[in-house]
């Protein structure tokens, strides 16, 4: 399975879609849907995407490429299975789900994988190529169990393992997602005017959904921001060495989640430690400052979230016997 790779700009993508007259638009979507093109039919949901999604071209390049696998795996699917992707049967977008299930899939990762092929339909209907809804109504079970047990933080213990083993850049990336809570693409995204290390405040320009935040530095991030300042801004002696392919304005070198991840990995396994990804550290930071300030709504909006409800389920959790100082006199 090839992942659909994100190339420009969502409006240049699109006009393969929408510079055609309106006729020959649905000529080409019932072809690609009658065929089961799966390149044909993620180039059609990104095209919507970008004129009727909800983001339109804003939409993010992780979003795109989430919904890219997501059709083309609905896609492959169908043609496994001989669905009529124009004229799905009344049990097959339900029979998609419960294949997915019964395969060990978990139900958050089947819910991301109905949206993409949701969103498929949308645009087919957008393309005027049929009128068909099949995921209106299906059923993915929700999991009882929460995020944060299934995919706990990073331990105290292994984040100061894998702080001593990194190098500046390393070091400094895993205080940001740690302690400032960062989200990946959001660390990536910093230049360095967002830094202001004397008032130890991040300014978050691209969070999820296109928020924007100030977060608050840790007085270790302070000093690993410093440290980090001194070597790789601008007039640094590592800021120009051969090896930068990002703009001089922004703070890391790397120029994707893979490369960062390949640094923080080597970091880990030099810590004998396991990496779990990047949002382990998320969850550290909203645990941490949770059981310090016990106030939900203070923490959600240190790490950037809409709800507090996405904080209490999967990225903060109290001690199981939080109250026990409260409770003592009773």
């Not at 649905?26 to 999604?53: C, N």
């Not at 978050?204 to 296109?210: A, C, I, L, Q, T």
């Not at 100030?214 to 001194?230: D, E, F």
Request: aromatic share 8%.
């Amino acid at each position: 399975m090839t992942l659909e790779v994100y190339r420009g700009d969502l409006l240049s993508r699109s006009r393969e879609w929408t510079g055609l007259h309106d006729d020959e638009l649905r000529r080409r979507a019932v072809r690609a849907a009658a065929e089961k093109d799966a390149p044909q039919l993620v180039s059609l949901t990104v095209a919507y995407l970008a004129h009727g999604g909800g983001s339109g071209v804003l939409t993010s390049p992780r979003t795109v490429e989430a919904y890219a696998l997501g059709v083309r795996q609905y896609t492959e699917y169908a043609a496994d299975q001989a669905v009529g992707v124009l004229r799905p049967g009344r049990h097959d977008a339900q029979g998609y789900v419960n294949a997915m299930l019964a395969a060990g899939r978990q139900p958050a990762g089947v819910g991301l994988k109905v949206a993409a092929a949701s969103c498929l339909y949308r645009a087919l209907r957008w393309a005027g190529a049929c009128e068909a809804d099949p995921f209106k109504d299906v059923r993915v079970p929700r999991d009882p169990t929460s995020g944060i047990v299934k995919r706990p933080p990073y331990s105290e213990d292994e984040l100061a393992d894998v702080i001593d083993c990194a190098d500046v850049q390393a070091r400094f990336l895993l205080f940001l997602t740690a302690h400032a809570g960062l989200r990946i693409s959001e660390a990536l995204a910093l230049d360095w005017a967002d830094l202001d290390e004397v008032a130890r405040r991040i300014n978050v320009r691209s969070g999820k959904g296109r928020k924007g935040r100030i977060v608050a530095m840790s007085s270790s991030l302070g000093r690993a921001c410093r440290q980090y300042r001194a070597l790789y801004a601008p007039g640094g002696p590592e800021h120009m060495d051969g090896k930068r392919t990002t703009p001089a304005e922004r703070v890391f070198r790397y120029a994707s989640v893979m490369t960062a991840r390949y640094h923080i990995e080597k970091a880990f396994r030099k810590a004998g430690a396991t990496f779990r990804g990047f949002h382990p550290g998320r969850k550290y930071a909203g645990t941490r400052l949770l059981r310090q300030i016990k106030d939900f709504g203070r923490v959600a909006a240190h790490l950037g979230h809409a709800s507090v409800d996405t904080t209490r389920k999967g990225y903060a959790q109290l001690a199981a016997d939080d109250l026990k100082d409260d409770l003592t006199g009773w």
